[in-house]
């Protein structure tokens, strides 16, 4: 049985747009400076003996864009304002907003049961309300064991964040005090789930205290996977004293974690060595859109994925990667079996995804 302690964390993701009536009025503006240069709107250069020219639909189409992300920088819009000068309030209509249960944590859990068909029970803390019991059903759905769920009455840990028209994060703000509730104690409630499992996953959400007192209690009769989510979480590892057996970090996230710049070949291999002083038998690092560097002992290496993604949006590959990794390590294997089946659920997870600039 595997065992996941962490988050769950329901993300808000908000992508203001621009007020119609807003960029109806930025086109009779542009009309209006080409009669003011001269040029008809029909496309006709009156100051140049008729000389056809570019029409003015086709002008305000190739340069809407551009202009609109101008008036958003300039607060040209409605009402000009801290979120980039469209009022949220005008932009309601046009405002896209997605809700979704997530965090690094509550994800890898999901995943090991529904992907991986693995038993599995979750340690967490949510709110006695909708976005609680929401992901519970969603969890329970998945086939994960809620057992190890405390509910308290406190909110379920929510992420806000504001996107601008180009897609840039504008705005951001998470309440996760029911993280702090993770506490020691709560551990040793769920000790009977605890002792069961061979294989514990917990994420950077968990607090350093109640991170080294799983490591002082159960890194000698499960293999300990660490996978940072964030780094906050990366800072929370330096910060503690687990021993584990295998950390799953992102580049930024292992700079966080190591103390360390993690940028060429070299410094990826000075990480790793880092790692593995501190104790980790197995490391993985992420490249994002680049792959992954493995280390076990004196084996490593790069593992680079057959279709590279420059401007594609990754966001949730890491959390599928570490669950097949999770899924695949036996203890027998080499890592680089294990990475490469990480390697390839992410791939699956992002065939689809559109290699192109937000913007």
Not at 117 to 132: H, I, M, P, R, Y
Request: aromatic share 6%.
């Amino acid at each position: 049985m595997i065992a996941v302690v962490g988050a769950v964390l329901v993300e808000v993701d908000v992508r203001l747009m621009p007020p119609k009536r807003d960029v109806e009025l930025q086109k009779k503006q542009d009309e209006e400076a080409l009669r003011q240069a001269g040029i008809d709107p029909a496309g006709n250069d009156r100051s140049a003996g008729g000389q056809k020219l570019e029409g003015f639909s086709q002008y305000y189409e190739r340069t809407m864009r551009q202009q609109a992300s101008e008036n958003y920088w300039n607060e040209v819009g409605a009402g000009g304002n801290q979120f980039g000068g469209y009022d949220p309030v005008v932009a309601e209509k046009d405002t896209e907003i997605r809700v979704s249960n997530s965090g690094c944590a509550y994800n890898v859990a999901r995943y090991l049961a529904s992907d991986h068909k693995k038993e599995v029970a979750f340690l967490s803390v949510v709110g006695d309300d909708a976005f609680g019991l929401a992901a519970r059903c969603e969890l329970e759905n998945a086939g994960v064991d809620t057992a190890g769920i405390k509910v308290t009455a406190c909110s379920t840990p929510v992420s806000v964040e504001i996107h601008n028209i180009i897609g840039e994060l504008q705005f951001q703000r998470e309440n996760s005090t029911a993280m702090e509730m993770l506490t020691p104690q709560m551990i040793d409630e769920c000790a009977a789930i605890l002792e069961e499992a061979d294989a514990i996953v917990v994420d950077g959400t968990v607090p350093a205290e109640t991170l080294n007192y799983i490591s002082d209690r159960y890194s000698d009769k499960s293999r300990i996977f660490f996978d940072p989510g964030s780094i906050a979480g990366g800072s929370r590892f330096a910060e503690s004293k687990l021993k584990a057996y295998c950390v799953l970090p992102g580049r930024m996230e292992a700079e966080a974690m190591s103390g360390q710049q993690v940028l060429g070949m070299d410094q990826l291999m000075a990480a790793g060595d880092a790692f593995e002083e501190r104790g980790v038998e197995r490391v993985i690092i992420t490249l994002k859109g680049g792959g992954l560097y493995y280390k076990e002992g004196t084996q490593s290496g790069l593992i680079k994925p057959e279709r590279k993604l420059t401007f594609a949006e990754t966001k949730g590959a890491g959390d599928v990667l570490t669950a097949a990794v999770v899924a695949a390590s036996k203890g027998e294997e080499k890592l680089e079996v294990a990475a490469g089946a990480g390697m390839e659920a992410a791939a699956e997870f992002l065939k689809d995804v559109i290699d192109e600039r937000p913007y």
